[in-house]
């Protein structure tokens, strides 16, 4: 199955290159916290969508999510359908306002500092305790990337697990370490693309090798009917019931609560932009969403062998390999390298952000200096992904469960109180707390409990967020009114507030 040869070899190798060639030209551009974290704000509508959508599905668009579809069919359409109506609505009602009102709370960088900002919080718990979080649920979801990795070094060039998960893992790493948030959105560019293309190729192609829509209803018929039938649960042989449903919509609900996606809508250049970048981002998850799902029904009629267990995560890449020449191969699995490097980088450079501008100058250096902070950035990044390596280090891990775990920590955790914060003016700080802590270790009680069955089984996003906003809407309500915000002030470097007090005082230096 797997025919590796001298052309897939090397047109892995021209990827990695342009990788890094395009890191270096944004090594040049890094010249403070801001320009490595948040690309001085100046993205284009075609960088922002891509970037944004390209981060957001990662790996698990090529290989989680056609797996699930070859394994339960049309079923997971449901969760297709949450992914659409989220992503639409993040762009609509979070993306301009967050833009603009994180500029206009002191030009905030990371969310724990807008979040500080917004609820003028002297006390530093806030921003904290939501660096914590991100920290600890970014350290799972990049573990997913890098288990997609291995998972792919595997397949294709036969090394065992663990140095195919080291050096997914050195791989994301190295090319964030030099380019920072410009280099992972350049990139994005050319990820994105070679996504979308890779899976509407090998899904044409698949579709083309079973017959056509009627060879795949038949294909479909043959395997089991039920994978015709979006109501119908084939891993439990059944109707789904209302909390399936409700489980697989329910990833829509996570949108307003990515930190990797947010930083992307705070980065636009223009606040204007956002509209035009919403209609390409809507475009192309459309299109992506749909064609990773074609992939996976019709990989049941083109991968000889049955797959089982983590081993259905690769029917992309064996689908690559059978119906496609060499470097056309080598193209289309550089698209599940390029899905995994965008956002494992986008989530490893978020949490190093935390680590930097709301722990580390937060907390143990306040008058820490831009390149310092660079600096102890780019070391965080190290750790963090070191972290995440040792996180994914069980070769049966499952892409798709560490996504749907971070993926409702972030959603329920942060979610809620993005969404009130933006348009709720009696929120306030002891709310915002309220609902991170509640909506994190709901999502992590929750998981644990998922083996009892019955209710447990629902999705730990729904309780989450149902569970957060009522503790930021109750808290908020039974105590003080939200104290005057810092909304006129700006950022400003050390020398430009002794610079301030020495204009109000008259003293002039030298």
């Not at 074609?294 to 059978?322: C, P, W």
């Amino acid at each position: 199955m797997n025919r590796i040869n001298t052309a897939i070899i090397y047109t892995f190798a021209a990827y990695m290159v342009a990788v890094f060639v395009i890191s270096f030209l944004a090594w040049r551009r890094n010249k403070n916290l801001k320009d490595y974290i948040l690309a001085g704000r100046g993205l284009s509508s075609f960088v922002t969508a891509l970037s944004a959508q390209a981060s957001d599905m990662s790996g698990w668009l090529l290989l989680a999510l056609p797996g699930a579809a070859y394994a339960f069919g049309l079923g997971y359409g449901w969760m297709i359908l949450g992914l659409v109506v989220g992503t639409y609505l993040n762009w609509l009602i979070v993306a301009r306002r967050l833009r603009e009102d994180t500029q206009r709370h002191g030009d905030a960088l990371t969310l724990p500092d807008y979040f500080e900002r917004r609820f003028n919080d002297r006390s530093g718990l806030l921003r904290g305790i939501t660096a914590i979080v991100i920290l600890v649920f970014f350290t799972i979801y990049a573990s997913s990337g890098f288990v997609a990795g291995a998972d792919l070094f595997r397949s294709l060039f036969h090394v065992p697990y663990h140095w195919a998960l080291f050096f997914g893992a050195l791989t994301v790493m190295s090319y964030t370490f030099i380019g920072g948030f410009l280099a992972i959105a350049w990139n994005d560019v050319l990820q994105g693309t070679l996504m979308f293309f890779a899976l509407i190729l090998v899904g044409v192609m698949g579709l083309v090798f079973v017959g056509g829509a009627a060879g795949l209803e038949h294909t479909l018929n043959a395997v089991n009917a039920g994978l015709m039938h979006p109501f119908y649960n084939v891993e439990q042989g059944r109707a789904f019931t209302w909390i399936g449903i409700a489980s697989l919509l329910a990833w829509g609900l996570g949108y307003p609560g990515q930190p990797h996606i947010l930083a992307r809508f705070m980065a636009i250049k223009d606040p204007k932009a956002i509209a035009t970048a919403r209609r390409i981002a809507m475009f192309w998850v459309i299109v992506a969403l749909l064609a990773a799902l074609l992939v996976g029904v019709t990989g049941l009629g083109v991968v000889s062998q049955h797959l089982q267990g983590d081993n259905r995560e690769r029917v992309f890449i064996y689908m690559a390999l059978k119906l496609l020449p060499p470097v056309a191969a080598g193209i289309a699995l550089s698209g599940i390298l390029a899905a995994i490097m965008s956002t494992a980088s986008a989530q490893l450079l978020v949490a190093a952000s935390a680590f930097a501008e709301d722990i580390y100058r937060g907390f143990l250096r306040r008058r820490a200096g831009e390149r310092e902070l660079l600096w102890i950035g780019r070391l965080a990044l190290v750790a963090i992904a070191a972290a995440a390596f040792f996180a994914g280090i069980n070769p049966q891990s499952m892409i798709l469960s560490l996504v749907a775990y971070a993926w409702a920590g972030f959603g329920a955790a942060f979610g809620p109180v993005i969404m009130l914060a933006l348009y709720w003016k009696r929120m306030n700080w002891n709310g915002a707390l309220a609902g991170i802590i509640v909506g994190g270790v709901t999502v992590l009680a929750w998981h644990q409990l998922a083996g009892l069955g019955g209710i447990f089984r629902l999705y730990e996003m729904i309780p989450g967020v149902a569970f957060s906003t009522l503790a930021v809407v109750f808290t908020s309500l039974i105590t003080p009114r939200p104290r005057a915000s810092s909304r006129a002030t700006r950022r400003q470097s050390p020398s430009s507030r002794r610079a301030g007090r020495t204009r109000k005082t008259g003293v002039a230096r030298g």
